[in-house]
Antibody, heavy 121, light 107 residues
Framework: EVQLLESGGDLVQPGGSLRLSCAAS????????MTWVRQAPGKGLQWVSA????????YYTDSVKGRFTLSRDNSKNTLYLQMNSLRAEDTAIYFC??????????????WGQGTLVTVSS | DIQLTQSPSFLSASVGDSVTITCRAS??????LAWYQQKPGKAPKLLIS???ALQSGVPSRFSGSGSGTEFTLTISSLQPEDFATYYC?????????FGPGTKVDTK
């Protein structure tokens, strides 16, 4: 059974940093692209970033480019999202999700339960 | 970015009803469209990919159709567990976008 467990969400001040993790199990992690999607409280879904299975290609939505960095450690079956220069508008539940192939396709087959990031002073 | 709109935003229905949700893209996306179901406090669940490909384990009362700029999700006989919010999502370009969602509530 595919399991994705996010962690690292917290309350952080504007301008601060946070690193989210997503621990994967139940599938060959190194064979699948992964992604982060966020959802502001009471709002819809917004794709944030995606990375290929090898980690060689990463993609970002415009609003986080230059501030967020997505990486993965295939030896630890873990996905990371380093978030810097955080803004109030980054406040959201962050979900990690498994793609359908080793390349980023945008078809998000399984999702974790999410971790809450709150940016506030 | 490709924008997606959904109609209606809110749908009131009863168990056994057939419901249809429409998703429109601001430009052609071929069949690169997925549908997700989300219940309160839960993660989204992929129902349909590539416009019409039903995911494993998803009941056959769910179906998707369309290509280009107009797509539909149909639930043929609404069940109690289907009351949820439904999102479409395009994956035609490497800037994936979601529709604003359609909440299906009980009449």
């Amino acid at each position: 059974e595919v399991q994705l467990l996010e962690s690292g969400g917290d309350l952080v001040q504007p301008g601060g940093s946070l690193r989210l993790s997503c621990a994967a199990s139940g599938f060959p992690f190194s064979s699948y692209a992964m992604t982060w999607v966020r959802q502001a409280p009471g709002k819809g879904l917004q794709w944030v970033s995606a990375i290929s299975a090898s980690g060689g290609r990463a993609y970002y939505t415009d609003s986080v480019k230059g501030r967020f960095t997505l990486s993965r450690d295939n030896s630890k079956n873990t996905l990371y999202l380093q978030m810097n220069s955080l803004r109030a508008e980054d406040t959201a539940i962050y979900f990690c999700a498994k793609d359908s192939m080793n390349t980023v396709t945008g078809s998000f087959q399984q999702w974790g339960q999410g971790t809450l990031v709150t940016v506030s002073s | 970015d490709i924008q997606l709109t959904q109609s209606p935003s809110f749908l009131s229905a009863s168990v056994g009803d057939s419901v249809t949700i429409t998703c429109r893209a601001s430009q052609g996306i071929s069949s690169y469209l997925a549908w997700y179901q989300q219940k309160p406090g839960k993660a989204p669940k992929l129902l349909i990919s590539a416009a019409s490909a039903l995911q494993s384990g998803v009941p056959s009362r769910f179906s998707g159709s369309g290509s280009g700029t107009e797509f539909t999700l149909t639930i043929s006989s609404l069940q109690p567990e289907d009351f949820a919010t439904y999102y479409c999502q395009q994956f035609n370009t490497y800037s994936f976008t979601f529709g604003p969602g359609t909440k299906v509530d009980t009449k």
